[in-house]
């Protein structure tokens, strides 16, 4: 493949350091090692195969003999050793990264990458092997444990894989991919303007419901990238609407169909009136009468609406059928298609019924923004701003530096902004699936306001989610201000940056209905998801790039708040 091949020949080039696997005996270092290894053309290590070589028994016999301490002592200085081999790649035993010292060595002299699995696939590889961690007790209960015990250690690595479906051939190209990226990140590679990834992958890391991101130029037509072979001979069910069909759809379809068993195409009208009921009623019936099957794989091709509504559909029909989203609008590429939540709206509010179903992949093919109507790319832009004001300053401050090159739609640029977006929603999304534990609702940012003024439009093309997000970011800054988070200076830094890229800031700025009074703006927040039975709840900034929830924020408060800017 054209695309691993310049990952190698970049790695090559840039990386003056061993590549250093670990993970839990069965995750596969070893089997991915060789084939890594292999591809770069780099000797490859076992640490294990060294142990045993130098102290001329086997690994059980020295835990026996000597005990579990001398065995990682040995360990540690056989790692030493192999990591001032520079250019290679080795597979380090399970626990080596778990011992302090050996960890800092490991960290600072080698690209260190987790190869992480779930427990069953490691009970299963590891069946029948003479591990001498394994001899006493339940495998099960071992790995759990270890896992469990091991997992800050391992979560020390750089970089993090996991995906219990890829074959050690996809995997090894896929951590290619990771390293190609993490050494542009700390710029090994130092030229930006040449290098645009063609692909890049991250994890979504939900235990055995995680899945890839793929990001990159022209990944539609790159099928072998992104689709794992388990998914081939399926029968596929692509859902979009009419304004991504003739832009995107028909390409893509053609592109999968030589993969697949067959592949149907539902084409809905565009916008937010087709997450209802019976657009949902429409897409199920259309799938059965097709003849959907368990094993069949369902492509949501389209924004965040189309996403959403397959999503539901997907995990409601035959009560669950796998599906891959392929994002094609700013917005649903650096949020509504990472996470997993999915829906349709109803007469009482907006996405009130839906479900928490993963997809199997994300699939962002920058390629597809360049149809997308500016207005769609600038609401979209809204979400990237909502997620580093919420946690990352240096993002927000890279975005205000970027400005620019943003406006421009310099790709690489704008492929770093999806990329962090993503990478910040996936963190997110892996402490606080469900949204239990507050993280997760802070990607909320802004929507307490905006969902309420996106109501009192109608959901129609007066104002796009977005767009009523960046007014709800500013409102939201005036209010985290106001109770004693922010500074002024920080509030007009953020109204500046949304003002230069092209976003309105104020409600008098936006269509709202003629008569629109404050009290209708509160009303509906009041409704909105977010709200307990003591009230109101807000998402504030404590500074710029962190946030938390807000219960007690007066109401007079929030009124002066929504009047200033009317
Ligand atoms: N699930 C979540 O976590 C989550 C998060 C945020 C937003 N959302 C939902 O996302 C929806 C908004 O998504 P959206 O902004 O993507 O809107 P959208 O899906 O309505 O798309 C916007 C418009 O762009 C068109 N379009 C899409 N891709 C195109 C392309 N490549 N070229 C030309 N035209 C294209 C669409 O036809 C539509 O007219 C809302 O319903 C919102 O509730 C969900």
């Known amino acids: 493949m054209i695309k691993t091949q310049s990952n190698i ?39 294990d195969d060294e142990i045993v070589r130098t ?38 035993g399970g626990g080596s990264i778990s011992v302090s010292e050996t960890a800092d060595m490991i960290l600072e002299n080698s690209v260190c990458l987790w190869i992480d699995a779930s427990v069953p696939v490691l ?44 074959t050690p051939d996809d995997m090894a190209t896929r951590i290619l991919m990771q390293i190609c990226e993490y050494l542009f990140e700390h710029n090994a590679i130092e030229d930006e303007e040449r290098h645009i990834p063609q692909a890049l992958c991250m994890t979504v890391s939900l235990f055995d419901r995680s899945y890839p ?66 657009r949902f009623q429409v897409v199920v019936e259309w799938m059965i009468e097709n003849g959907i099957k368990r094993d069949s794989l369902v492509f949501a091709v389209g924004g965040g609406v189309i996403g959403d509504l397959t999503g539901f559909a997907a995990s409601s029909v035959l009560r669950g059928v796998e599906f891959i989203q392929v994002p094609t609008t700013l917005l649903s590429m650096v949020d509504s298609s990472v996470g997993g939540k999915t829906g349709i709206n109803s007469k009482f509010g907006k996405n009130m019924i839906g479900t928490f179903y993963q997809p199997r992949a994300v699939v962002i093919d920058l390629e ?31 975005l205000e530096i970027n400005a620019d090159k943003i406006l421009e739609k310099t790709p690489v640029t704008v492929m770093r902004a999806i990329e962090k977006s993503c990478h910040m929603k996936a963190e997110i999304v892996a402490q606080d699936e469900h949204e239990e534990n507050g993280l997760r609702a ?35 800054a005036r209010l985290s ?36 009074t404050v009290s209708e703006i509160i009303d509906l927040m009041r409704k909105d998801k977010k709200s307990n039975q003591d009230g109101m709840v807000f998402i504030v900034m404590t ?24």
């Open 9 to 47: 020949e970049s790695i090559k080039a840039n990386l003056d350091k061993p590549i250093v696997l670990v993970g839990l005996m069965g995750a596969g270092k070893t089997t991915v090692g060789r084939i890594l290894a292999d591809m770069l053309g780099w000797p490859f290590y076992d640490s």
């Open 368 to 398: 597809t923004l360049d149809t997308l109507p500016q207005r769609e790319w600038l609401a979209g832009y809204a979400e990237i701003v909502k997620t580093a004001l919420l946690g990352d300053a240096d993002f927000f401050y890279w």
């Open 442 to 476: 802070r990607l909320n940012l802004g929507h307490t306001f905006g969902h309420a003024f996106e109501n009192l439009s109608g959901y129609g093309s007066t104002l796009l989610h977005g767009e009523a997000v960046a007014v709800g970011l500013v409102l939201a």
């Open 213 to 278: 991101i793929f990001i990159g130029a022209n990944l539609l037509n790159d099928i072998d990238v992104w689709l794992s072979h388990e998914f081939h001979g399926r029968k596929a069910f692509i859902i979009t609407d009419y304004n991504v069909r003739e832009a995107v759809t028909d390409r893509f379809q053609a592109a999968i169909s030589p993969y697949m068993k067959s592949v149907a195409v539902m084409e809905l009208p565009p916008g937010e009136k087709t997450k209802s009921f019976d």
């Open 55 to 92: 102290a001329g028994k086997s690994i059980s016999a020295i835990f026996e003999e000597e005990g579990e301490p001398a065995f990682r002592e040995l360990e540690r200085i056989t790692i030493r050793g192999l990591l001032k081999n520079g250019r290679s790649v080795i597979a380090t």
């Open 543 to 566: 500074r710029i790039g962190d946030s938390e929830l807000a219960y007690n924020i007066p109401e007079d408060l929030v009124k002066e708040i929504i009047i200033e800017s009317m």
């Open 123 to 166: 009970v299963e590889r590891t069946a029948g092997s003479d591990r001498p961690l394994l001899k006493h007790g339940d495998p099960e209960e071992v790995l759990t444990t270890l896992l469990e015990k091991r997992r800050s250690a391992y979560m020390q690595a750089h970089l993090h894989i996991l995906d219990d479906n890829l």
């Open 481 to 516: 201000q106001r109770i004693g988070n922010l500074s002024e200076k920080d509030v007009l830094r953020i109204t500046e940056h949304l003002q230069k890229m092209g976003l309105k800031t104020e409600i008098r700025d936006i269509e709202l209905p003629e008569g629109t």
